[in-house]
């Protein structure tokens, strides 16, 4: 197994958010975490396949996500012999928090800023 790459992981992109989103709390196949991305945002982000899987595999190379085993009871009807199994890494889990911290303070600043562009343009 290759050593995670040392680059720097954030800003994430919104396809490597969701994806990151959609592993933790379950194992799943790189179709299943489509769909999941796909209903939990109601189509507003629509992950391709080279997107998908070229996004795996750099989170696989740097140490976000690992492939597995496919988990007990996976009978969904979808995957089969061929399908690869991804689950989040504690270091994706870190990644994953500290985006959602960063995304947090971004907002509480810009709203800030609109609450005073607010009061400038409030006739006197």
């Keep these: 197994m290759s050593q995670p790459d ?15 989103l959609s592993l933790t ?10 769909r999941m991305v ?11 396949a080279g997107t998908l899987y070229a996004g795996i595999r750099r989170m696989t190379k740097d140490g976000l996500i ?4 496919a988990p007990e009871g996976s ?13 989040i890494t504690t270091r994706g889990t870190e990644v994953l928090e500290g985006e959602i911290a960063r995304m ?12 005073r562009r607010a009061e400038y343009k409030r006739p006197a």
């Excluded at 709390?25 to 489509?34: D, N, S, T």
């Excluded at 690992?66 to 085993?69: A, K, S």
């Excluded at 009978?75 to 689950?87: I, K, L, T």
């Design 38 to 48: 796909e209903e939990r945002t109601e189509g507003a982000v629509l992950l391709g």
């Design 66 to 69: 690992r492939e597995t085993d």
């Design 25 to 34: 709390h379950e194992v799943a196949h790189g179709y299943r975490i489509k």
């Design 104 to 115: 947090e303070s971004d907002l509480d600043v810009a709203r800030a800023v609109m609450r």
């Design 6 to 20: 040392d680059r720097p992981t954030r800003p994430l992109t919104p396809a490597t958010f969701h994806i990151l």
């Design 75 to 87: 009978g969904d009807g979808e995957p089969g012999a061929r399908w690869r199994f991804y689950a």
